[in-house]
């Protein structure tokens, strides 16, 4: 059965500080696919980013970065000198390879980013 | 850039009524789910639909819940009679392919009171 545990419930920073959200998964299957949604207060689900089992480069999107670890069973978040506008709930998810793939979410991680 | 839409984004409604959630999905997509989100928790897959069927659905989608895609272009949750759990927030996703991202519509809130 899969499943995707975010620890972090709430985590509260001040700007410009770096921010590391943490995301574990658990599947069986040997392809699958780990996505990054963001949920501002206005509460539409913004995608982020995603990624193969098969591809554990990380990558960096400006201010954003992400940590995949097969050994491990995690794909961490990291937003570098974080702003207000960073302020949202953070969901991790996974989707196995074949059928219909629908997205398991993580409980999500509010980040609230103070001035 | 094309999205999902979702109408209405508020809907309020007595216990035991009928409601219908409308989506319209991206035109090229082939692959539609919902999701809902009780307020303040996780997001919970409902059902996915594919082909012009129910491909999957989660323990939550009972008897009282159905989908239907009555045209080429709408893809609607219908909740039969009304609980007040079913209140919550429920966000209409489509793909084009089984494993890109999941794009979300804007979500209708559900209130049942």
């Known amino acids: 059965a899969q499943k995707v545990t975010q620890a972090q419930t709430e985590i509260s920073v001040v700007e410009k500080e770096d921010v590391t959200l943490d995301c574990v998964y658990e599947?069986?299957?040997?392809?699958?696919?780990l996505f990054w949604y963001k949920q501002p207060p206005s509460g539409e689900l913004v995608f982020l980013i995603r990624?193969?089992?098969?591809?554990?480069q990380n990558e960096i999107s400006g201010r954003y970065s992400w940590n995949f670890q097969k050994s491990t069973s995690s794909f961490n978040f990291t937003i570098t000198a974080s702003q207000v506008v960073d302020s949202a709930v953070y969901f991790c998810?996974?989707?196995?390879?074949?059928?219909?793939?629908?997205?398991?979410f993580g409980a999500g991680t509010r980040l609230a980013v103070h001035p | 850039e094309p999205e999902v839409t979702q109408t209405p984004s508020h809907q309020v409604t007595q216990m035991g009524q009928e409601v219908i959630l409308r989506c319209v999905p991206i035109?090229?997509?082939?692959?539609f789910y919902w999701y809902r989100q009780i307020l303040g928790q996780k997001v919970e897959f409902l059902v996915s639909?594919?082909?012009?069927?129910?491909?999957?659905k989660s323990e939550i989608f009972d008897d009282q819940f159905s989908v239907e895609r009555p045209d080429g272009s709408n893809f609607t949750l219908k909740i039969r009679s009304t609980k007040l759990e079913d209140s919550a927030m429920y966000f209409c996703?489509?793909?084009?392919?089984?494993?890109?991202?999941?794009?979300f519509g804007n979500g209708t809130r559900l209130t049942v009171t």
């Open positions: 599947t069986r299957d040997t392809t699958y696919y």
């Open positions: 035109s090229n997509h082939l692959y």
């Open positions: 996703a489509s793909r084009d392919s089984s494993n890109s991202p999941l794009h």
């Open positions: 990624r193969n089992s098969f591809d554990e």
């Open positions: 998810a996974l989707s196995e390879s074949g059928g219909y793939n629908k997205l398991i």
């Open positions: 639909f594919y082909n012009n069927e129910i491909s999957e």
